[in-house]
């Protein structure tokens, strides 16, 4: 790489004044999955270039093939809850992101995903993570998939978030979940019945918002 950037800084000025993007290319050359043009990514999501530019830099540190498995996602999702066992929302969380259930996500998954999360309308926000409770795919949450993800974010913020939780925690909690969402009492909560309870709560509309301006 090295060589690269320093063959372009030997041309014009007018090429000096892009090298940044033009660095970036050439080195998403050397990796073994190329994402797709800067263009086509900036209008797919809702993200500039340089935001983008910033994302697969950070991207490519962590991932230097391009891609990333799930045990690599899993391995770097980890650092962020040192006290808990992250391991089985990670899995959760890595196919929501793996919308083409390849085993793998690639940069475009992962910006895609985050302009969602971060950019996207409500709805979008809100399709997202029905889609991301909605474990089997099969357009309907169910007290099981609620109960697995729930034990998942239990596990995950550790004993020194919930020092003193009693066994039955995690079913009260789906019990209190289902009690809101699901209108018309059938056993599951479809999306039209997730968007609209959730809409109606003021607490979740609020933390679907923290996040509009980290980047």
Request: glycine share 6%; with cysteine; charged share 25%.
């Amino acid at each position: 790489m090295g060589a690269v950037v320093g063959s372009l800084t030997m041309q014009t000025k007018t090429r000096r004044l892009s090298r940044d993007k033009a660095d970036d290319d050439l080195e998403i050359t050397m990796v073994c999955h190329r994402p797709e043009g800067l263009d086509q990514l900036e209008a797919l999501t809702n993200f500039s270039k340089k935001e983008l530019q910033v994302l697969y830099r950070g991207f490519k540190n962590e991932c230097p093939s391009g891609v990333v498995n799930e045990e690599t996602f899993k391995q770097i999702y980890a650092q962020f809850f040192p006290h808990g066992d992250a391991s089985t929302y990670a899995h959760y969380l890595f196919n929501a992101f793996d919308t083409a259930h390849s085993g793998s996500i690639k940069f475009e998954d992962f910006v895609t995903a985050l302009s969602i999360l971060l950019r996207g309308s409500i709805t979008e926000k809100l399709q997202w993570t029905f889609n991301l409770y909605d474990i089997n795919r099969d357009g309907y949450i169910n007290k099981e998939e609620m109960t697995d993800i729930v034990r998942a974010i239990y596990d995950m913020m550790g004993k020194y978030t919930y020092p003193v939780l009693k066994n039955d925690a995690p079913k009260q909690h789906v019990e209190a979940f289902f009690q809101k969402m699901d209108k018309n009492r059938d056993g599951v909560v479809t999306l039209d019945e997730f968007i609209y309870s959730c809409q109606e709560d003021e607490n979740i509309m609020r933390s679907l918002q923290l996040f509009e301006n980290v980047i």
